[in-house]
């Protein structure tokens, strides 16, 4: 099984650290033709463009005009899109008893809001080229309950989740593939930040969930980016309308 992109164009959301980062170099090892990576992290989308001989565009998807924004400057940049990876996302704790409008908003806006119109202006691009295509949207295994601080983010991602399968079945027949990953805890820079210092856990605070796991650690990063890679690729093909648990607990075993 060959697992490759040549000749594709991928754009990633949420490509300056973490998830998006590795992805974006997964997708580059794994022969891109042409990559555009999006973050509002500035100096980190930049460092990482120049690594991977990318194109880049610096926007915030808490704007509602942010992926019309991404998508014009990709299609200026390369005439097309053929994957897209739906990276980004924001971890802000909000339970159901203290979760604030302004809270549900801003996740709702990048976790649900930005990834839908990306994903229309990406099959918009497809359906008029009548090319195929692939989707992945990165989740999270907590779209499946979540612990009660993460109620409005696992929310949010809930809905990702439900959009993902209707983009699979409306565009079915048309070859565009949309599939996503219902991903596990991974120390990403920002989930490190989250825990030691707003959350106030301190430093050992890695360690100690480490200890806990089957594995005797985190999911990395790494993981998720071979995944969406042959989500993205033909080797995965027809398969559509997966949401693949990425975790080392079965959903619904007890624990």
Known sequence: ?????QDRVVLITGAASGIGAAIAREVANAGAAGLMLTDRDTTGLETIARELHARHFVADLASPDAPGKIMQATLQAFGRVDGLVNAAGLTTRAA?????????????????RAPFFLMQAAVADML???AAGAIVNILSINAHCGSPDLAVY??????????????????????IRANGIHLGWVATPSELHMQAEILGR?????A???????????VQAEEAARLAVFMLSDASAPMSGVLADLEQHVTGAPR
Do not use: C, Y
């Open 128 to 130: 008029a080229r009548k």
């Open 208 to 218: 100690e969930e480490e200890a806990k796991a089957p594995l005797g650690r985190l």
């Open 154 to 175: 696992s929310a949010s991602k809930g809905a990702l989740a439900v959009l993902t399968k209707n983009t699979a079945q409306a565009h079915m027949a048309d070859r």
């Open 202 to 206: 301190g430093t050992g605070w890695l």
């Open 1 to 5: 099984m060959i697992v490759g992109l």
């Open 96 to 112: 159901l008893t203290k979760a604030s409008a302004a809270a549900w908003d801003m996740l709702f806006a990048v976790n649900s």
